[in-house]
T-cell receptor
Framework: SQTIHQWPATLVQPVGSPLSLECTVE??????LYWYRQAAGRGLQLLFY??????ISSEVPQNLSASRPQDRQFILSSKKLLLSDSGFYLC?????????????FGPGTRLTVL | AQSVTQPDIHITVSEGASLELRCNYS??????LFWYVQSPGQGLQLLLK??????LVQGIKGFEAEFKRSQSSFNLRKPSVHWSDAAEYFC???????????FGAGTTVTVRA
């Protein structure tokens, strides 16, 4: 069966510091991968998605970037964090043959920027 | 582009009572529809989904949802709520070969004893 991991689970970072959040998926090949953000009291905002290695689509212009160095690895980064980057970051995978449109979510990373 | 509206921000229900969460979507063709649940501090868990066929869909944890094309709705129901159903619920819509979902703003469910 497929599983998705995110780490770290919780992160507190100062303004201006760099960021690296990692997401990995097990048990499937060539998944679509997604990064979402949930700000306090708001819904899910799609940040990036990827349909293959090195293929990244950005949904919202922002202080963040994403990379996919391996088939089942998706990384969210920032060179300098802003206060507004605080939130709950969720990684998701999808695109399984026969169930291509369903997305499955990881446990999330709580990021607090101080 | 498709969009999703969840009219109720917060619902309080007594344990053992029935629950219905509303979801309306906007999309020109037949959409793919989903309901997810999120417990505090957790990721989203898929409850059920509709792609085609029978318009009444059964999901996990005793939930069901009904697709009504004429009303552009996909409401989620549970006959008898348990305290563990307290969570936030998200409706989402997708379209074929797009691989992206549009989420509603969510409905928070509180269960009182």
């Amino acid at each position: 069966s497929q599983t998705i991991h995110q780490w770290p689970a919780t992160l507190v970072q100062p303004v201006g510091s760099p960021l690296s959040l990692e997401c990995t998926v097990e048990g499937t090949s060539n998944p679509n991968l997604y990064w979402y953000r949930q700000a306090a009291g708001r819904g899910l905002q799609l940040l990036f998605y990827s349909v293959g290695i090195g293929q990244i689509s950005s949904e919202v212009p922002q202080n963040l970037s994403a990379s996919r160095p391996q088939d089942r690895q998706f990384i969210l980064s920032s060179k300098k964090l802003l206060l507004s980057d605080s939130g709950f970051y969720l990684c998701a995978w999808g695109g399984v043959m026969g169930d291509a449109d369903t997305q499955y979510f990881g446990p999330g990373t709580r990021l607090t920027v101080l | 582009a498709q969009s999703v509206t969840q009219p109720d921000i917060h619902i309080t229900v007594s344990e053992g009572a029935s629950l219905e969460l509303r979801c309306n979507y906007s999309y020109g063709a037949t959409p793919y529809l989903f309901w997810y649940v999120q417990s505090p501090g957790q990721g989203l868990q898929l409850l059920l989904k509709y792609f085609s066929g029978d318009t009444l869909v059964q999901g996990i944890k005793g939930f069901e949802a009904e697709f009504k094309r004429s009303q552009s709705s996909f409401n989620l129901r549970k006959p008898s709520v348990h305290w563990s159903d307290a969570a936030e619920y998200f409706c989402a819509v997708g379209r074929s070969n797009d691989y992206k979902l549009s989420f509603g703003a969510g409905t928070t469910v509180t269960v009182r004893a």
